[in-house]
């Protein structure tokens, strides 16, 4: 059975959308997800599933969420493979020496338009710097997010609202626990 990733998007950000990791790795389970692990508490999933499109198993999971935990939840999946080659193509650690507690990846469910990327690189203010590289953006913020020049523009708001970001760390994270299973 192949091994997906599933990252939600907006749990467990303050007193909204709680739930319990627990609660979620149940959820999977009922739709047939097995070896279902998670990490940390945003919504980080790792599992075996029948072979689907990623599309179906996000859209899978939004259904359930909607049911068990009454709110909905924007899910972005991908597989074992894809997960690899977003390491793999990481344009800030191969070329740049970038730090990479600095990078951070935007996963989108679908490329994003032409004028999209246009108006991410237009956003994009130095020392930030952005990639687009099919359905990722990969962010290298010297900064942080918090004082990044890409917080809270027209471009999340407009083209990125299913999207949903981690740091590398947890990219790295995710991808040595579908590894593993």
């Not at 072979?51 to 899910?75: C, H, M, N, P, Y």
């Not at 344009?91 to 996963?107: A, D, M, N, Q």
């Not at 237009?122 to 990969?138: G, K, Q």
């Not at 999340?156 to 299913?162: A, F, N, Y």
Request: positive net charge; contains cysteine; hydrophobic residues 35%.
């Amino acid at each position: 059975m192949p091994v997906y990733i599933s990252l939600l998007r907006g749990i467990n950000l303050g007193p909204y959308k709680r739930m319990k990791m627990e609660s979620l790795r149940t959820s999977a389970e009922t739709l047939g997800f097995s070896s279902v692990k998670t990490y940390i508490q945003s919504g980080n999933m790792v599992f075996r599933a029948s072979r689907l499109s990623t599309a179906t198993v996000s859209r899978q999971l939004e259904e359930r969420i909607v049911k068990d935990f009454g709110f909905s939840s924007a899910v972005v999946s991908r597989t074992r493979a894809e997960l690899e080659k977003v390491i793999r193509d990481n344009p800030f650690l191969k070329h740049s020496g970038g730090e990479p507690s600095r990078v951070h990846v935007i996963f989108l469910p679908d490329a994003p338009t032409p004028p999209a990327v246009k108006e991410l690189e237009r956003l994009t203010h130095s020392p930030d710097r952005s990639c687009c590289l099919e359905r990722e953006i990969y962010l290298y913020l010297p900064f942080g997010v918090g004082r990044s020049s890409l917080t809270n523009n027209p471009v999340e708001r407009k083209w990125l609202s299913r999207a949903t970001m981690r740091n590398w760390t947890t990219v790295c994270a995710l991808a040595r626990m579908a590894s593993e299973l």
